[in-house]
């Protein structure tokens, strides 16, 4: 009798637990979903309106990366809160999923190799030469895996049901996972470590050379203008560096617990609940470490603040100036028209006066006051 209670109790500790585990990863997809989206659209927004700082092949790989996440993001939330009784259907979406971190990883090692063709080789033109391939070859690779994944009987998995997720998976389980995707993974992340430690080794051997030979007092204009350019290249230099290699980094931190976790788990025949856990924790939490690395990027912090600036100049100054006008007129006893004389800096023109009468104008205006730029012109 004390058996019986003791197991029923313990079922319904690790049926709360294990609802309270989906709560909490489905918050976290949740989030680092939303992250996603929102370093999607902050991206196409800055291609649109300032496309010469972002229009570069590492900030296009990276938010490749990130689309493809946003995928993964969009079907691991769906087979989590949906049931789906087609196992052609599940099949389908379990096998997109794989698609789409293989790519994502790939991907990861194209950035890599990109970088170390630029820095570590100097092979410019090589590099823009092979820039197609970055996307083609990754996508072509994670899709061809999948469809062998997709193409092994179940009778060689030990499962009757694809959707089926197995708590210890089986060896030749195991086995399969390791050939067609861990395997592949870790050969990237091989690849992607080697190319960061030559990257490295470069930039540090070009800071050092960059230095003006120790000099802290240079002797003439021209030997202190180029300090200032050695020190000022030295830094974007190790910005570029350090951002790169956060992708790899977290890429190898977000995947490698679920590695392991499913490793441990056919060697020690037991579940292994909480570490399963955290190995979808870490992997679901991807997205949201990307979009902060994408947002650490220095060209675009710099776009974003170029975008603001010109946003502010126009929706906040020129709008506050169009206002000013129209005040100054009505105090005078003259018809609210908008003038175009004595306005030698601020030109105000009738698609002028139409933004900045609407309800947009000034919805505008109060976003964009609540910046540090905003706040800036405001002060003025």
């Known amino acids: 009798m004390d058996g019986t209670l003791t197991g029923s109790v313990r079922s319904e500790t690790d049926g709360s637990t294990g609802d309270t585990f989906r709560d909490v990863l489905t918050v976290t997809a949740s989030v680092a979903l939303s992250s996603s989206v929102v370093s999607i659209v902050v991206f196409f927004i800055l291609l649109a309106c300032n496309s010469r700082r972002v229009n570069i092949p590492l900030v296009k790989l990276t938010m490749s990366i990130q689309s493809v996440n946003t995928v993964a993001l969009i079907i691991t939330l769906i087979t989590n809160e949906i049931q789906i009784s087609s196992q052609t259907l599940c099949s389908t979406l379990r096998y997109i999923l794989y698609i789409c971190y293989l790519s994502s990883i790939f991907m990861i090692c194209a950035v890599t190799i990109h970088l170390w063709l630029v820095i570590t080789c100097r092979k410019l033109n090589q590099a823009k030469r092979y820039e197609r391939w970055y996307y083609i070859i990754p996508f072509a690779l994670a899709t061809a895996?999948?469809?062998?994944?997709?193409?092994?009987?179940?009778?060689?998995?030990?499962?009757?049901?694809?959707?089926?997720?197995?708590?210890?998976?089986?060896?030749?389980?195991?086995?399969?996972?390791?050939?067609?995707?861990?395997?592949?993974?870790?050969?990237?992340?091989?690849?992607?470590?080697?190319?960061?430690?030559?990257?490295?080794?470069?930039?540090?051997?070009?800071?050092?050379?960059t230095n003006m030979h120790n000099s802290r007092h240079p002797s003439s204009t021209e030997a202190y203008r180029n300090a200032v350019n050695a020190r000022a290249n030295s830094k974007r230099l190790r910005s570029l560096v350090l951002y790169?290699?956060?992708?790899?980094?977290?890429?190898?931190?977000?995947?490698?617990?679920?590695?392991m976790q499913e490793l441990l788990s056919t060697t020690m025949h037991r579940p292994l609940r909480r570490l399963n856990f955290a190995a979808k924790l870490l992997l679901y939490s991807e997205g949201l470490m990307l979009s902060v690395a994408f947002f650490s990027y220095p060209a675009v912090m710099h776009s974003i603040r170029d975008v603001t600036h010109s946003a502010v100049q126009y929706w906040v100054v020129e709008q506050e100036e169009f206002w000013r006008m129209r005040q100054s007129e009505t105090r005078h006893g003259k018809p609210a028209r908008v003038l175009k004389e004595n306005l030698s800096d601020v030109l105000v023109d009738k698609n002028d006066a139409k933004n900045f009468t609407s309800r947009r104008g000034r919805l505008y205006r109060f976003i964009l006051l609540q910046t540090p730029e905003g706040k800036i012109a405001s002060g003025l």
């Not at 997709?150 to 389980?173: E, K, L, Q, W």
């Not at 470590?193 to 990257?199: D, F, G, P, T």
């Not at 790899?248 to 679920?258: E, K, T, V």
């Open 244 to 259: 790169t290699i956060a992708y790899p980094l977290i890429s190898l931190a977000c995947n490698f617990p679920q590695l």
């Open 145 to 209: 895996l999948s469809a062998a994944l997709a193409a092994i009987p179940n009778s060689a998995y030990g499962i009757t049901d694809r959707c089926m997720v197995a708590v210890v998976p089986s060896r030749n389980f195991l086995i399969i996972r390791w050939c067609l995707y861990y395997s592949w993974f870790v050969v990237a992340s091989v690849i992607s470590l080697a190319c960061m430690a030559s990257v490295l080794r470069s930039a540090r051997r070009l800071t050092y050379s």
